[in-house]
């Protein structure tokens, strides 16, 4: 038996999938509200920015993310959109 419950995610998190796992999250949750969710995003290929929005309020919420590539672990701390700095003098 486990301590929480888990959502693996594969391909996209974009409109209109954004809106489905909103619902399944929502439903995980509110099955058994003590146990946390965990969401493993190893098979996630891109995210939009409703997607993004949804997964850090999922985080926000105590939802746990996993297995995250570095590029959605860029993406997630707000790195995305943001110039880099330059090496050059």
Same mark, same amino acid.
């Given at each position: 038996m486990t301590d929480s419950l888990a959502l693996k995610l594969e391909g996209s998190i974009k409109r209109p999938w954004v809106d489905e796992l909103q619902k399944a999250w929502s439903a995980s949750a509110g099955t058994s509200p003590r146990k946390p969710v965990e969401? #493993?995003?190893? !098979?996630?290929?891109?995210? #939009?920015?409703? !997607?993004r929005d949804l997964l850090l309020q999922m985080q926000q919420a105590s939802t746990v993310l996993v297995g995250a590539s570095p590029f959605l672990r860029y993406v997630l701390d707000g790195n995305? !959109?943001?110039?880099?700095?330059? *090496?050059? *003098?």
């Amino acid at each position: 038996m486990t301590d929480s419950l888990a959502l693996k995610l594969e391909g996209s998190i974009k409109r209109p999938w954004v809106d489905e796992l909103q619902k399944a999250w929502s439903a995980s949750a509110g099955t058994s509200p003590r146990k946390p969710v965990e969401v #493993d995003l190893a !098979g996630v290929s891109f995210i #939009d920015a409703t !997607g993004r929005d949804l997964l850090l309020q999922m985080q926000q919420a105590s939802t746990v993310l996993v297995g995250a590539s570095p590029f959605l672990r860029y993406v997630l701390d707000g790195n995305a !959109g943001k110039p880099r700095k330059s *090496n050059r *003098n």
